[in-house]
């Protein structure tokens, strides 16, 4: 048997985790400024923890989680999403006490698995960045989240990005328009897809959400959830919307978006952009207010979203959008001959310990092979070390844009590289 990675996911090698790196460093950049901190949840969680929490009857529960019995015989699953985690860790840890600083702002980034039909962005190991912001149930919460996944995407250069937001309402709101919404899908049962057959009298708004071409076309004629938003709800949506706008943030109401999870509330969002003429989701996320109480913590608001990298940096691709991401490599030691290699391996580790980034040769290669590797890498500085430099102590370091040189001592280098390093750097171009 010829081995291989398992369907549906990725070797991230060096020259593409370079680009994974900038993603995470913008993410932290751009949630610290709103003052998020990181959590790190376990990779599985007892299946309860997802099944109860998203929703017996969405798919993901359904067809797409890994969960097993583990050998003390406890049912266990892969995490496919990470709210509820954050969620259950918030409980158990008891950031609801009144000693810890509300809200309570976290974000997380790490792989998720769903077992799906693997295509492009997205994969059966795939990896999410997400957010969650606990007891606040300001609107002014959605918005400032919502202009952070901006900001986010800004940031990365995201292009032709378009917000679409609506309200799921409150649970009377969600009970009024499932007797509607069940009238009106009854009428068409026949053309229902048979997912949207199943679901319809067991969680009809998944219907809203099918991807299958005849559900499409009947739910356009769908009453409105909107019109059957209670009077907070309303209310609550109305100055999400003016505090948009007041930021100039552009975005429209789709009153068939429902998202894929069961325990959203009032506000929900995604980021979207165009790729070759096909709309992609980039990010979503919405409010959820009863999620903590569920996982028996006291009644505690919450708002987050999650977006995928994997499909982020295909976009970023797609987009011709360029990472700056190439690693800087200060000195390359060019080690002539087994006489120099002890020496060679004192003066780079010298070097490093004052902070430098260095590479040498290990393999006894020719010497053009060595400045070869060293223009590959990108090397600022060139050190050649040979039998007459490790015996003089008199060494020369060379500029390999300019070819400019300075000529000094191992021991200055390995005292203090700072002054030649600056001198020969400064007149690079």
Known sequence: MKLQRPKGTNDILPGESEKWQFVEETMRQVFAAYHFSEIRTPIFEHYEVISRSVGDTTDIVTKE?????DKGD???TLRPEATAPVVRAYVENKKFAPEVQKPF???YTGPMFRYERPQAGRLREFHQIGVENFGSKNPATDVETIAMAKAFFDQLGVKNIKLVI???GDSDTRNSYREALIVYLEQHLDNLSTDSKR????NPLRVLDSKEKADIEIVKDAPSILDFLS??????????????DSLSIAYQVDQNMVRGLDYYNDTIFEFMTDIKGKELTLCGGGRYDSLVSYFDGPDTPGFGFGLGVDRLLMVLEAQG???PVAQTLDVYVVVLGASANLAALKLVQSLRNQGY????????????QQFKSAEEFGAKTIITLGESEVESGDITVKNNVTRTEVVTTLATIQDNFDAVFSELTVKDV
């Open 65 to 69: 989680m890994y969960d097993f019995y």
């Open 74 to 76: 406890r049912h266990i």
């Open 105 to 107: 702002k976290v974000y």
């Open 166 to 168: 609506n309200s799921l």
């Open 199 to 202: 679901r319809l009298h067991e």
């Open 231 to 244: 009077e907070a709800s309303q209310s609550h949506l109305a100055d999400v919307t003016a505090m948009l």
């Open 321 to 323: 959008v360029t990472l």
């Open 357 to 368: 980034a260095v590479e040498r040769d290990v393999l006894n290669r020719k010497i053009k």
